[in-house]
């Protein structure tokens, strides 16, 4: 009987990039949840922007480069295109969706040679650009509903994006991190601040629980060994660490550690933008350096710096820095002292 | 004009740490023609029109020689060279032999009239023999230049694949192009 | 008894064993077949000269075939019966080449070669016992089969330890279970013989701790009668705790050095299989003429193992365990992670034969699409070897030969772990094997290539020196021309 042949190892696994993408990107879910429940269904409108025109854009390329259509099924467009809906604005104008979002797929990920060959994190490309071309749109933050002067129906939001009427600046107000910075800057102690309407015992209003909900999709991430475990205790520990000496060092000048864990784009950049794999470090030594890093640039880019928010930045930062990491940071090969 | 007194010293200590350096850290004969010697197949065939894979590699450094002159090397050779000199690759000059893979030069014992013009040619000696007595190519040495087929005058040696067997067999790699 | 074992492997997987399959059914001779096939390729290039003729009737344990120069092991014939012919046959090897193999048709006597008398083995001298090893054609029976006689020849270095590999990582293979459960008191004596030869004063038997019945077995056997310094290890089931490597540094924490063999640091591992053949050589002057097969996969009707001659064709095993089923797919010589397929079942089982693996659907799906590179890591948190498999796979894709021995390739062990984590399923250890092959080849050009240079240089120089002595007596024959006038002519005849 004749057979035919096939090169060894010839067992397989179940396990494929598509699967960990879609994964990723279904753990986003209770983040999502707790931004439309705080922050209204804006959030919904900027993913069907970006999750859109990143698949349209992919689509694009992949044609020009007279390749398969295949790569839109792997779930990785739509996952940055995710990522970024998630970190702007939730009622930033729809040209600032489509932008980052064709931004990302076109400049951060298609022109390397599309998946797995882009040293940035796309989306995080994507809001740098964003934020650094169009400073009002990315800064002008909705309030958490409960805190909103007037009320926003689904009509008005759409009116908003769509439409971009000039009563805009009527729904925005400064986000908590902004806002302590602003407020820490001008003198005011971190006591005094935090009587206000926005902050809450953790953190602030809204803010707290959409880290919260980051926090527990990236906590099932880990369970299902989907991301490893350095990276994000990296960042966060050095994050808490070093918030922690300059609170315990000046108590009234510097916000909490829970504060910062639990505002901006924290919980989101220590489970979901700082593990995507294409772009950090890969060696297991590497990443705890990777993710250290990484909290330790958010930190002084929120304290000592320009910007509120700092994840971005900070990822952007770091990835230039991982294939450095990575080469000095091989493990020893067996038979070999060091 | 104390900047320039400072310039001045600066440049100064600049200049004699670069000439004490210059001095100290030379480089006897020129390392390049090594590198590029290295490279080469050493068949010393002289198709590349230089007499040895030496000369060859003293033009190629001197900038009268093109990379891509050698068919031994193939184009492998030609890519490595264009790796070392920090150029563009180029496709090899000469058309590839006819047979793949390595070749050896073959003695027809029968037709062979033992004149010994062969063993002159041979630039590593891989023809035993001597005047009036039978010629043969050691194998193992023979590196397939093809400088013994000229001289014979009774036409009597051929260039024949090098047999290979399962010891010589490699795993290809896999066909898998990235989608 | 057991301990803990020295360390645990960094790396590894736990895949599934599928072990029950052929362990169900008990060890069995397997049926004489109609022909034997002994393929005459040997370690190193080297084919072996046959030393008998279309024609001849030969017996079991005969010589059939031996290497020309090299002292390396014969081949024997497996049983009586004659030989019909030396022929080129398609061989057992991954290549698909073909090659001369001697063709002998079985009598079903099983005749025997007479045996000489021989003294207890304490008696003989080492390098005696080394060559009667040699001669019996003892081969490493866990896959390699490297020589036994050269193995346990250590020379200048100083080995302490015997470790006998019991630990059969790989799925589906049970012939080392199997020999463990039906002849532990053979692979004892062997360990013994094979202390005697080393002069070393333990031995660790590595087990996996999936094969209980196998490790009452030894465990029993070790108890009946007096075996100093042999000691069972169990070890966690993890693949590839087997490969000779890994095992040595679980056992005693050593690593062999890259590039190395295990006696630089004091250790010979041997096969349970071989240790066992050892024994039958050395005792019963019986050459290595049949081995433990384990006929297996979802692609047959009965999985077992057998006692199989040498040279059997593989049809003729997978017949004798109830033919195909209706989902075989494919063959595959070895386990499923580091065996090669075949295409033809009417190849031989040669010593290197662990297991015949006749695949289903659902033993091996298709591979699915390669995606490119996510740099995720799981490969390198997986290698055994503690290699980095995706930086070996983008050297590999550039061809780039000196990052590819800086990040170690050749302390690959092809285990296969890497490919089965990686989420974007790429063929890692194919490409790994085809950058070695290209590797070996530059190496092997490069050293040609030096040899050249140094005939041509040394040749050059000849030349000169003749040119130089030429015009030296040229000279010297002028000068003296010079000195006397009329004569010359008398001179020169003088």
Redesign the interface.
Same mark, same amino acid.
């Given at each position: 009987? +004749?057979?035919? /042949? #096939?090169?060894?190892?010839?067992? !397989? #696994?179940g396990? #494929? /990039?598509?699967?960990?993408m879609r994964s990723v990107t279904l753990a986003l879910i209770p983040g999502l949840a707790a931004s439309l429940l705080w922050f209204g269904p804006g959030v919904l409108l900027q993913l069907l922007l970006c999750i859109v025109t990143a698949l349209g854009m992919e689509a694009l390329v992949l044609l020009l480069r007279r +390749?398969?259509l +295949?790569?839109l099924l792997?779930w990785s467009a739509i996952l940055t295109a995710s990522l970024l809906a998630l970190s702007i604005p939730p009622l930033a104008p729809w040209w600032i969706a489509v932008t980052g979002a064709a931004f990302a797929i076109l400049f951060g990920k298609q022109l390397y040679g !599309?998946? !797995?060959?882009n040293p940035f994190n796309p989306a995080m490309l994507a809001y740098a650009v964003l934020l650094v071309s169009f400073p009002r749109q990315m800064t002008h933050w909705a309030p958490p509903l409960a805190l909103a002067l007037q009320d926003a129906g689904w009509l008005d939001i759409w009116q908003q994006i769509i439409h971009h009427s000039d009563a805009m600046d009527a729904y925005t107000m400064a986000t908590p991190l902004d806002s302590m910075k602003t407020q820490l800057g001008q003198g005011r102690t971190l006591h005094v601040i935090q009587e206000d309407a926005i902050y809450s015992p953790l953190a602030g209003k809204g803010w707290q629980s959409v880290n919260l909900g980051f926090m527990l999709g990236g906590l099932w991430l880990w369970r299902h060994k989907l991301i490893?475990w350095q990276i994000p205790s990296a960042f966060l520990g050095s994050l808490t660490l070093l918030s922690m000496g300059f609170f315990v060092f000046a108590p009234g000048e510097y916000p909490t550690p829970l504060f910062h864990l639990l505002s901006g784009g924290t919980m989101l950049g220590a489970f979901f933008i700082a593990t995507d794999?294409?772009s950090?470090s /890969? /060696?297991?030594l590497g990443?705890l350096i990777y993710g250290a890093l990484i909290g330790c640039l958010v930190f002084i880019i929120r304290t000592f710096g320009g910007y509120p928010d700092a994840v971005a930045f900070s990822v952007l930062l770091m990835n230039l820095v991982a294939p450095t990491l990575d080469y000095y940071t091989?493990? +020893?090969?067996?038979?070999?002292p060091r | 004009m104390l900047g320039v007194i400072a310039l001045v010293l600066i440049f100064a200590l600049l200049g004699s740490v670069l000439g004490f350096s210059a001095r100290r850290f030379r480089v006897e004969g020129n390392p390049l023609v090594e590198k590029i010697d290295a490279v080469l197949p050493q068949t010393q065939c002289g198709q590349c029109s230089f007499p040895g894979c030496r000369p060859y590699a003293e033009a190629i450094a001197r900038g009268d020689a093109d990379i891509n002159q050698c068919p031994p090397g193939g184009q492998d050779g030609v890519d490595a060279l264009a790796e070392l000199l920090g150029v563009e690759s180029k496709p090899l000059a000469a058309e590839p032999r006819a047979e793949a893979g390595p070749v050896v030069a073959l003695i027809d014992e029968n037709t062979c009239i033992g004149c010994t013009l062969c063993i002159q040619a041979c630039p590593v000696d891989a023809i035993l023999g001597s005047a009036k007595h039978m010629h043969t190519v050691i194998a193992s040495e023979c590196t397939g230049c093809e400088l013994c087929l000229p001289p014979c005058p009774v036409d009597c040696i051929s260039i024949v694949p090098v047999k290979t067997g399962i010891a010589d067999w490699k795993w290809p790699a896999p066909d898998d192009k990235v989608a | 008894m057991a301990t803990q074992p020295f360390m645990p492997l960094p790396g590894g997987l736990h895949l599934p064993t599928f072990k029950t399959l052929s362990a169900s059914r008990p060890l069995a001779e397997a049926p004489l077949p109609a022909e034997l096939v002994f393929p005459l390729q040997l370690r190193g290039g080297i084919n072996a000269v046959p030393t008998v003729s279309a024609g001849q009737r030969v017996l079991k344990g005969e010589v059939i075939a031996r290497a020309a120069f090299e002292n390396l092991p014969p081949l024997h014939a497996s049983s009586s019966g004659i030989v019909r012919c030396i022929e080129n046959r398609l061989l057992p090897h991954p290549s698909a080449m073909e090659d001369l193999c001697i063709i002998i048709d079985t009598d079903g006597l099983d005749e025997a070669l007479p045996l000489q008398p021989r003294r207890h083995f304490s008696l003989e001298s080492r390098e005696t016992l080394r060559a009667w090893l040699i001669e019996a054609g003892v081969l490493g029976l866990g896959g390699a089969a490297f020589p036994t006689g050269f193995k346990v020849d250590p020379g200048k270095r100083r080995v302490d330890t015997l470790i006998l590999n019991a630990a059969e990582c790989e799925p589906y293979i049970t012939c080392d279970d199997s020999l463990l459960q039906h002849f532990p008191h053979e692979v004892l004596q062997g360990a013994i013989i094979l202390m005697h030869i080393l002069s070393v004063e333990q031995c660790i038997i590595g087990i996996e701790d999936d094969m209980p019945e196998a490790c009452r077995s030894l465990e029993n056997a070790l108890r009946a009668r007096a075996y100093s310094g042999i000691r069972l290890q169990r070890v966690p089931a993890l693949y590839p705790s087997g490969g000779e490597k890994q095992l040595i540094q679980i056992l005693t924490g050593r690593e062999v050095p890259a590039g190395g063999i295990p006696a630089d640091i004091g250790i010979v591992c041997q096969n349970v299989g071989t240790a066992g053949a050892v024994y039958r050589a050395i005792e019963y002057q019986e050459p290595l003429v049949s081995r433990i097969v384990t006929v297996t996969g979802h692609g047959i009707h009965e999985p077992r193992n057998w006692i199989t001659r040498i040279g059997t064709p593989i049809a003729h095993l997978t017949a004798a365990s109830g033919g195909y089923t209706n989902a075989a797919e494919r063959l595959i010589i070895g386990g499923p992670m580091m065996g090669f397929a075949v295409s033809d079942d009417q190849l031989p089982v040669t010593k290197a034969s662990n297991c015949i693996l006749v695949a289903g659907h659902e033993d091996l799906p298709e591979p699915p699409e390669v995606m490119p590179c996510i740099r995720c890591g799981a490969c390198a948190e997986v290698c055994p070897a503690g290699l980095l498999p995706q930086q070996l796979y983008w050297y590999g894709r550039a061809d780039n030969q000196e990052r590819l021995e800086q990040h170690e390739l050749f302390s690959c062990i092809e285990c296969g772990c890497c490919n089965m984590v990686c989420p974007s399923h790429i063929p890692l250890v194919q490409h790994f094997r085809a950058s070695k092959g290209k590797l070996t080849l530059k190496r092997r050009e490069r050293e040609k290539a030096d040899h050249a240079r140094v005939r041509f240089e040394s040749r050059q120089s000849r030349k000169e020196e003749e040119k130089r002595s030429k015009a030296e007596a040229t000279r010297r024959k002028r000068e003296a021309l010079n000195l006397n006038t009329p004569e010359v002519t008398h001179t020169e005849a003088n």
């Open positions: 009987m +004749r057979f035919a /042949t #096939s090169a060894p190892p010839h067992l !397989g #696994s396990y #494929s /990039t598509p699967l960990l +390749r398969s +295949r790569p792997d !599309g998946l !797995g060959f490893g794999p294409v950090a /890969t /060696t297991p990443r091989q493990p +020893r090969v067996y038979g070999k | - | -």
